[in-house]
């Protein structure tokens, strides 16, 4: 939804409509879903926290690892296969965009040097001149510098790991505020991003912890809504938003154990296809509609809209089915 602006300009080329500069009431259902059209960045931060929680009940919890090559095959072969084709994919698309139309789309750092960041997976570590290829897999890639963290001092070392995850996540806040300062952020090129996916990761861990210790429920829930009023009350704060919203929704998981396992399970594998996706197909779709001389009002339009959904989903589908799932067993069982 957040990346729904991308079908118009300064992304789109060819459209007509400055999305910053005109009313954003023009996306469709608008009205509806106004909260996702103008926040729904903070999608990101909500997949960190839960990747710190998801990782913590995998291989803290149930202690599904045997090894650190283990543990790398497993990330890898999960994350990278998908990242290559819609990398090339990508590739493909923006060349064929130049040759015919000379124009990138979307994004315009597609040269050569932010191919390789791509190809290494380290597109989102601040070595990038600006966002490139298929751009949101820059979080993902932050990811992989948390998952060194996580595993030599959580996963090989199991002693405390309540008390080094909230180690960590205090020295993280102090050190981003550091790097925020006038001195340093002169001296250093750093993202910060980086911070605040190490500082929402393990957010997610202390949050599982807290899960399994706070047996009362009552009490549980009560500390859920005592953050969430907290990060409401004056500015803003995303870093205690999360982490009250994903207790708050922990109250709630007898009943979706026993009601709604199977759709969450469906739809979270599907998460990691949408996301890289999505902005291939958004290019595909603009290279058709101006291919064909159509209007570009056609992306203000609900139909365009369903469609582009619905495409993003059954494209999701058949990639996990029939790609994802099958490279990843592959290269599991190879190595």
């Not at 954003?24 to 960190?48: A, E, M, R, S, W």
Request: charged fraction near 15%; aromatic fraction near 22%; hydrophobic fraction near 50%.
């Amino acid at each position: 939804m957040w990346h729904y602006q991308q079908f118009y300009l300064p992304y789109n080329f060819f459209s007509e409509t400055e999305i910053f500069f005109n009313d954003k009431t023009i996306q469709p259902f608008f009205k509806y879903i106004k909260l996702l059209y103008t926040h729904g960045n903070y999608g990101v931060d909500f997949f960190f926290i839960i990747s710190g929680y998801v990782f913590a009940h995998v291989y803290l919890i149930k202690k599904k690892i045997t090894s650190g090559k283990e543990f790398f095959i497993n990330r890898f072969a999960r994350l990278y296969p998908l990242h290559l084709l819609t990398l090339l994919i990508v590739l493909f698309l923006q060349i064929y965009s130049q040759n015919f139309f000379n124009t990138s789309l979307v994004h315009t750092n597609n040269d050569l040097y932010h191919f390789i960041l791509n190809f290494f997976f380290i597109s989102g570590w601040g070595l990038e001149k600006g966002p490139s290829f298929n751009g949101p897999i820059w979080s993902v890639s932050l990811e992989i510098i948390i998952y060194f963290f996580f595993f030599f001092l959580l996963i090989k070392s199991k002693n405390f790991m309540l008390l080094k995850s909230i180690i960590i996540v205090f020295l993280l806040v102090l050190l981003r505020k550091t790097t925020n300062s006038n001195f340093l952020s002169n001296q250093i090129s750093f993202n910060i991003n980086i911070f605040n996916c190490g500082i929402l990761f393990f957010t997610g861990v202390i949050v599982h912890f807290l899960n399994k210790k706070i047996t009362n429920r009552k009490v549980f829930i009560t500390f859920g809504l005592i953050l969430l009023i907290f990060s409401l009350i004056g500015n803003f704060k995303i870093l205690i938003f999360l982490p009250s919203v994903i207790i708050i929704f922990l109250n709630f998981e007898n009943l979706i154990n026993k009601k709604l396992r199977s759709l969450f399970n469906f739809l979270g594998n599907l998460t990691y296809g949408m996301y890289l996706w999505h902005l291939p197909l958004q290019i595909i779709l603009m290279l058709l509609i101006k291919s064909n001389n159509l209007s570009f009002d056609l992306i203000n339009s609900k139909f365009f809209f369903i469609c582009y959904l619905a495409l993003v989903f059954s494209v999701s589908i058949i990639s996990y089915y029939y790609f994802e799932k099958k490279f990843r067993e592959r290269l599991r069982f190879k190595y």
